[in-house]
């Protein structure tokens, strides 16, 4: 049985920085993704790693967020900087192309 775990969300301050932690098992990711979905909008795409390390950003974090991966541990991580307001959202992680099964993401929080 597929399971994501997302932790590591809170409350910070802008320009603040946190580091969340994806933990899977029962699957092993192709690529794997970050997401986030804020209140009131679509889920979106903010970052994906293949397992030889390549990554892309979506424009909004490039620069700012940086997504890694740990093969050996099935885990995955999003280190964010110079948090903005615009990053509230709850932050989930899963495949790309995701997988129909989501964790129950963690929330992200940034007062201006």
């Known amino acids: 049985q597929v399971q994501l775990v997302e932790s590591g969300g809170g409350l910070v301050q802008a320009g603040g920085s946190l580091r969340l932690s994806c933990a899977s098992s029962?699957?092993?990711?192709?690529?794997m993704a970050w997401y986030r979905q804020a209140p009131g909008k679509q889920r979106e795409l903010v970052a994906r790693?293949?397992?030889?390390?390549?990554?892309n950003y979506a424009g909004s974090v490039e620069g700012r967020f940086a997504i890694s991966r740990d093969n050996a541990k099935n885990t995955g991580f999003l280190q964010m900087n110079n948090l903005k307001p615009e990053d509230t959202a709850v932050y989930y992680c899963?495949?790309?192309?995701?997988?129909?099964?989501w964790g129950q993401g963690t929330q992200v929080t940034v007062s201006s």
């Open positions: 899963n495949g790309d192309p995701p997988l129909p099964r």
């Open positions: 029962g699957i092993i990711f192709g690529t």
């Open positions: 790693i293949s397992r030889s390390g390549n990554t």
